[in-house]
């Protein structure tokens, strides 16, 4: 009835079930008087989108039981008038999106709704609705969503909504309001997001009562005119992920009582006012995922017990004020089980952590005695993202103190890969004699498109040392006399570019694409293209010799093999400067992890196939 712009007064006396009855009736700009629907039971999307009805004259609806959706989308509704509903209590009333969408509703009267039960979305989206009248909705149990998006809001009332058990995202976006009445919660379990938003709170009341509460998942998220927060009971919460998350004028935290929590992921995140923290019981928590990103106010932080915790990925990342990490953080660390990326990035970004506080955390790390496996034992599966991430200006990974090289070590040896300022730390290489010492890989078939390199340290420049051979090629070989570097495919015939060599460490790539052939020396290309004179490909068999018949002299470390061919910025990447990296983890203009076939740390923490 989309044309329809009057509506006769019809006998409808006997009428129960009007559901879908002017639903969309979109040319209906008001709803006469005189209808006789008081024998209707049944007022579900009885008007919806009714987008044009700009006043609706009150029929009788005395009897109805469910009015969900019954004006949703009536956008152009100005005002609602007071209608009686049915007070019998043997009935209860469903108002799920009753008044969703109705855009232009200013102020609501103050009806009996005292039979209804669910609210769910009620006056969602009503966004021109600046009051809110004493309904009485005190049977109410469901609000989840009831006022999401009502920004011109600005007061709440005292309503009794002491029966409710959910108030889900119930006041989400609600930006015009400045202060929130004590209501009765008690009653109320779920608190998933129901301030969320509510960037105009300058306070929230101390005697609200939320202590049934369980779920307080992002309940004041993003409530940024918040600058310190109550005393509430929350006793009874277990989910406390990004519960304050973005409260970026929060500058203090108070002593609650969260030891139910189970999950802490986001809960301060972006609270960057915030200039200490309380030392809370958190020792129910088993994950603390990106806890405290960017709390940049913090300086030090508290000895908590977080022992349960299954991840720690990102929990401090960005504090770019802190300075002091506690000694002895994780000396407890003991969780049921250790997700992938436990440490992915925990510190990246706190650049003004002392050498001390970097100490600290190492040590208590390595102290735990926890294995970088899902179960934390070294009888575990090896976790997929082992990287264990520290930034800091006060620390250099090739100028660490005593302590943190035998930390680190330690850590290793239980297959936590340390990055320090974007840099793995390498503890360990393999030092070959020049005599018969080598590394039998296995035969890597590398076809005619690849990349090997690794870091060689020369102990002569007279020797000839073939990083990566096999029985008939061999992919680098450094010759102190020539001086050269060689290319050699398995039938091939070989290439080679002249280098005046050093003693030392150096890191040595060469990027094959076909018959091209590039050679590199600490991240910088060598010559010029060479071309090798068939598209032949090689295989790969040995570390340090050639045909188990030459063999090279020196240590060698993080030898590498992908299945691409890098260009030069991601061959410089990988050098960083003189710092190995993660080749795992994609960074800058390194993203080829995927493309590794093999990678050798020496005993550094097994990667790859090494």
């Known amino acids: 009835c989309g044309s329809l712009t009057s509506f006769p007064k019809l006998d ?134 009831t006022w999401f998006n009502c920004p011109a809001l600005l ?11 959910t108030c889900n995202s119930a006041w989400d976006y ?158 407890d660390w003991n969780p049921a089980s250790v997700a992938a990326n436990c440490f992915d990035n925990t510190w990246a970004n706190c650049t003004a952590l002392t050498e001390q506080s970097v100490e600290n955390i190492l040590l208590s790390i390595s102290a735990s005695g926890q294995w970088a496996t899902d179960d934390g034992t070294s009888s575990g599966t090896a976790l997929a993202g082992r990287e264990l991430t520290i930034d800091s200006n006060n620390v250099s990974v090739d100028d660490l103190s005593a302590s943190n090289r035998a930390a680190c070590a330690a850590l290793q040896s239980r297959g936590w890969e340390v990055v320090i300022n974007g840099s793995i730390v390498s503890e360990y290489s393999l030092n070959f004699d020049g005599t018969n010492d080598y590394v039998d890989v296995g035969a890597i078939d590398i076809g005619t498109v690849h990349t090997v390199a690794a870091w060689h340290q020369l102990d002569s420049l007279t020797s000839d040392d073939y990083l990566f051979g096999s029985t008939h090629g061999y992919a680098i070989d450094i010759y102190g006399a020539g001086p050269n570097i060689y290319y050699r495919a398995d039938s091939g015939g070989s290439v080679n570019v002249s280098h005046t060599h050093s003693l030392g460490w150096h890191h040595y790539a060469i990027s094959r694409n076909g018959t091209a052939v590039n050679f590199y020396v600490d991240g910088v290309q060598v010559g010029t293209t060479q071309t090798l004179g068939a598209d032949v490909a090689l295989t790969v068999r040995y570390l340090m010799t050639f045909n188990t018949a030459y063999f090279g002299d020196g240590r060698l470390d993080e030898a590498a093999i992908w299945d691409v061919a890098l260009d030069a910025d991601a061959i410089a990447a990988v050098y960083n400067s003189g710092s190995p990296i993660n080749l795992n983890e994609n960074k800058g203009n390194y993203d080829n992890s995927d493309d590794m076939v093999s990678w050798w740390r020496m005993g550094d923490s097994d990667s790859g196939a090494g």
């Not at 005002?79 to 969408?101: G, L, R």
């Not at 007061?155 to 058990?165: G, H, I, K, Q």
């Not at 929060?250 to 986001?266: E, I, K, M, N, Q």
């Open 12 to 145: 409808l006396s006997s009428g129960t079930d009007f559901g879908y009855t002017w639903t969309d009736c979109t040319s209906l700009t008001s709803f006469p008087a005189g209808v006789d629907t008081s024998s209707g039971t049944y007022f579900s999307h009885t008007w919806q989108n009714c987008n044009s009805m700009v006043s609706f004259n009150a029929p009788d609806l005395s009897k109805g039981n469910v009015f969900s959706y019954a004006w949703l989308d009536c956008e152009a509704l100005e005002s609602f008038p007071v209608v009686t509903f049915t007070t019998d209590p043997s009935i209860s009333i469903n108002f799920t999106e009753a008044w969703k969408d109705c855009f232009a509703l200013e102020t609501f009267p103050a009806l009996n709704m005292s039979r209804g039960t669910d609210f769910t979305r009620a006056w969602q989206n009503c966004t021109g609705l600046e009051s809110f009248s004493t309904v009485n909705v005190s049977n109410g149990t469901n609000f989840t969503s």
């Open 155 to 165: 007061e709440f009332p005292a309503l009794d909504l002491s029966n409710a058990t």
């Open 174 to 331: 609600c930006i015009g309001l400045t202060s929130f009445p004590a209501l009765d919660l008690s009653s109320s379990t779920v608190f998933t997001l129901s301030w969320y938003r509510c960037s105009g709170l300058t306070s929230f009341p101390s005697d609200i009562d939320v202590s049934s509460g369980t779920e307080f998942n992002g309940t004041w998220r993003s409530c940024t005119g918040l600058t310190s927060f109550p005393l509430l009971d929350v006793s009874s919460g277990t989910n406390f992920s990004s519960t304050w998350r973005d409260c970026t004028s929060l500058a203090s935290f108070p002593l609650l009582d969260v030891s139910s929590g189970t999950a802490f992921s986001y809960a301060w995140r972006g609270c960057s006012a915030l200039t200490s923290f309380p030392l809370l019981d958190v020792s129910s928590g088993t994950n603390f995922a990106s806890c405290w990103v960017s709390c940049t106010a913090l300086t030090s932080f508290p000895l908590l017990d977080t022992s349960s915790s299954t991840t720690f990925a990102d929990s401090w990342n960005s504090c770019t004020g802190l300075t002091t990490f506690p000694a002895g953080f994780f000396d």
